[in-house]
């Protein structure tokens, strides 16, 4: 198993649209996940921790599920400006550094 | 907020040159980390630092190495470069404990 599989999308929708990225990954013990926001040929920034209970942010919601080892971001009513990579990320085996997946692309069109 | 500079956005060096990418953070941040992100492929760690002098091999270290002489300057060295180094290269640095990384703005690297 890859330590993290997104789908690379791109996932096209309209605005005001309701959509999902879904992300597994392989190290059971890890603590720590994020979702990541990665504009094109800018540097990633952190969009949001996401915790065994489920985190919410406005539009965004994260949800971790450690039986099936999976987090997930759902972004309601989306924007123009939410066109982006959205990068899956959590911490490797000796807690050490993060693991990065390859990103979904989102892109939102009027 | 944290602030990562790296000290150049595009670099393009020869085949054989030794490169030297600077990344400097002003929150006194234990921890530094280099990536290299190229398409297909996502972001692979190279090189990351928890302190002063001390230094560890990430997934990719090979044809690489880092110095870390000061706590806010974190340095990524091509000892020979290639151009199958050719990559944009990410700083990013954090604070002990699990928390998320600032990145860098990236330095576009172009071996010819």
């Known amino acids: 198993r890859k330590e993290v599989e997104q789908d690379p999308g791109p996932f096209n929708v309209p605005e005001g649209a309701t959509v999902a990225f879904n992300c597994t990954y392989s190290?059971?013990?890890?603590?720590?996940f994020f979702w990541y926001r990665q504009d094109c040929r800018k540097e990633p920034k952190l969009l949001m921790s996401?915790?065994?209970s489920g985190n919410e942010d406005g539009r965004f919601t994260a949800q971790l599920n450690r039986a099936s080892q999976y987090i997930s971001l759902l972004i309601r009513d989306s924007k123009l400006s939410d066109s982006a990579t959205y990068l899956c990320?959590?911490?490797?085996?000796?807690?050490?550094?993060?693991?990065f997946g390859k990103g979904t692309t989102l892109s939102v069109s009027s | 907020d944290v602030k990562v500079t790296q000290s150049s956005r595009y670099l393009v060096k020869r085949t054989g040159e030794k490169v030297f990418l600077e990344c400097v953070q002003d929150?006194?941040?234990?921890?530094m980390f280099w990536y290299r992100q190229d398409p297909g492929l996502g972001l692979r760690l190279i090189y990351f630092?928890?302190?002063?002098?001390?230094?560890e091999k990430g997934d990719i270290p090979e044809g690489y190495s880092v110095s870390r002489e000061k706590k806010e300057r974190f340095s990524l060295i091509l000892e020979s470069a290639s151009t199958n180094q050719t990559s944009m290269y990410l700083c990013?640095?954090?604070?002990?404990?699990?928390?998320?990384?600032?990145f860098g703005s990236g330095t576009r690297l172009t071996v010819v």
């Open positions: 990320v959590y911490h490797n085996q000796a807690g050490t550094a993060l693991i």
């Open positions: 190290n059971s013990a890890s603590q720590s």
């Open positions: 996401v915790y065994s």
């Open positions: 929150m006194d941040h234990e921890n």
């Open positions: 630092s928890y302190d002063v002098k001390m230094k």
């Open positions: 990013a640095t954090t604070e002990q404990g699990n928390y998320g990384y600032t």
